[in-house]
């Protein structure tokens, strides 16, 4: 819908950011204030202090975060290079085998992840391929929810991509492996860089599949945060949510240092 009046304007403006304070920056804002308060018995939370910051910085939850983190690397990881090996190989393919691979591959994001947790459990309790119990299952499991978003970006990257770079590489001389390396991944990156950070950011606030199929030496923040919040400690959820978040975020930068202009060698 077009709006022509500036009144009309302003007034979609304002709805937009009500909608968004009362959707997104709101919760967001409570959880970080929670984090910092001592008790929350009025309108505003009083006896503001890094009390809590310390004790999760000092206790369990710091071994959670890092475990978090290890996993969120390692599985994003895993799903760029499956992701962009797959886009990658049904490029050129007939249209119902590329249809069919995307429907594979979204699959894990169209049915509840405590499904996909709950079968990588039953799958994988036997050998010879006996995860169960390890911090592989875990991870293998974060692969699984985000290799979608991996594959999808750099699917959306190669049809927009230009034919006429890789065309004009291999009439030079260059190979496959050459015109991959030196060509295609370099125009990719800022792709690349999108699905990294969206990968990490997902694995990071995963919980659904990972509360099925977690061992005890291998608990991620979020199910460390669903605990103390069952338990009724929630300011405590609270601050360990805000460093949750804070280290996504940092995370986060640091990925998308690697996004903007294609990369040239």
Do not use: C
Not at 54 to 71: F, I, W
């Amino acid at each position: 819908m077009l709006l022509w009046t500036r009144r009309s304007r302003m007034v979609l403006w304002a709805v937009f950011a009500a909608a968004v304070t009362a959707i997104f920056v709101a919760p967001i804002a409570t959880v970080v204030l929670a984090g910092f308060s001592g008790e929350w018995t009025g309108p505003l939370p009083s006896q503001l202090g890094v009390g809590r910051f310390e004790k999760v910085l000092g206790g369990d939850d710091l071994a959670s975060l890092a475990v978090s983190l290890q996993t969120a690397l390692i599985a994003s990881a895993f799903a760029l290079v499956l992701g962009t090996w797959a886009a990658l190989s049904v490029r050129e393919v007939a249209p119902w085998f590329r249809r069919a691979v995307d429907i594979l591959f979204h699959l894990p994001i169209a049915i509840p992840s405590v499904a996909i947790g709950l079968g990588l459990l039953i799958a994988f309790n036997e050998r010879p391929f006996l995860l169960g119990g390890t911090k592989w299952i875990v991870i293998v499991a974060h692969t699984a929810l985000v290799l979608a978003f991996a594959f999808s970006s750099v699917s959306a990257a190669l049809a927009r991509l230009d034919p006429a770079y890789r065309q004009v590489a291999e009439s030079l001389g260059a190979g496959r492996g050459r015109v991959l390396s030196r060509v295609t991944l370099p125009l990719l990156m800022p792709s690349l860089g999108a699905a990294a950070g969206l990968a990490i950011a997902l694995s990071m606030g995963e919980l659904g599949a990972t509360v099925m199929v977690y061992p005890a030496t291998w608990r991620t923040l979020p199910v460390t945060i669903f605990g103390l919040s069952d338990r009724g400690q929630v300011f405590s959820a609270a601050a360990s949510t805000t460093l949750l978040l804070l280290v996504t975020l940092l995370a986060l930068l640091v990925v998308g240092r690697i996004r903007g202009k294609p990369a040239w060698p």
